[in-house]
């Protein structure tokens, strides 16, 4: 079975052009989450999604980051216009529903972002 | 929210040595503790979780012990094997509110097992 599909893998942009990433979960899992993960650091929650819902988007910056899940399946994640403090690693991951017992989060390679 | 703290940052030992990797959390409410491993350039991938209704879980050469009074938990691997290089996260949940499936990752350990 397909993990936690991710592309692009890599990205070079130049500062104030937009970069999209897209992300296809593992088939049947409704929870859908976007990381971020600086070099040397732990991931940190951007987004959340229960099926097409986003249900916690508390650390996405709003003023230039977008995402969203059409038809609860897959997602993007957008950025426009680009910083430079936005070069990171940008990790999707999917879940069965949550319950009050968490369970595993399935992460994909990671799209590297590199802003110029 | 949640805040978790990791030490130590990294962590050198020779083969076959054990290692012990140190996590505290901050919300008492927190009941699901996972450690994820991260090759170079891989995804995180978990290697065993423990719940708050249990101390001491065990998977082979790893273990993760839970001390919810003092708000710690560590992991514990034997017998260290060069493939055990990598880094380690250690994770704790949002057990409130709508931010209840969030995951609150530590800094990371970078483990190095020398031949």
């Known amino acids: 079975e397909a993990g936690v599909v991710q592309s692009p893998r890599y990205k070079i942009i130049e500062k104030k052009q937009p970069v999209a990433f897209w992300c296809n979960p593992i088939s049947g899992h409704n929870t859908l989450y976007w990381y971020l993960q600086n070099l040397g650091q732990g991931p940190e929650l951007l987004i959340r999604?229960?099926?097409?819902?986003?249900?916690?988007d508390s650390q996405l910056p709003k003023d230039r980051f977008s995402a969203e899940r059409l038809k609860g399946v897959d997602s993007t994640l957008k950025i426009q216009p680009a910083e430079l403090g936005d070069s990171a690693v940008y990790l999707c991951a999917s879940s069965f529903r949550l319950t009050r017992d968490h369970g595993e989060l399935f992460f994909g390679e990671g799209s590297r972002l590199t802003v110029l | 929210g949640e805040n978790v703290e990791q030490h130590p940052s990294t962590l050198s030992v020779q083969e076959g040595d054990s290692a012990v990797i140190k996590c505290t959390y901050s919300d008492s409410a927190s009941n699901y503790f996972p450690w994820y491993k991260q090759e170079l350039g891989k995804r995180p991938q978990l290697i065993i979780d423990?719940?708050?209704?249990?101390g001491e879980k065990k998977d082979q050469r790893i273990a993760v012990t839970l001390n919810k009074t003092a708000k710690h938990f560590s992991l514990h691997i034997t017998e260290t094997q060069p493939e055990d290089s990598a880094v380690y996260f250690c994770?704790?949940?949002?057990?409130?509110?709508?931010?209840?499936?969030?995951?609150?990752f530590g800094q990371g350990t970078i483990l190095t097992v020398h031949p």
């Open positions: 423990i719940r708050s209704n249990v």
């Open positions: 994770a704790a949940n949002d057990a409130g509110g709508t931010s209840y499936g969030k995951l609150t």
């Open positions: 999604y229960e099926n097409e819902e986003a249900v916690d």
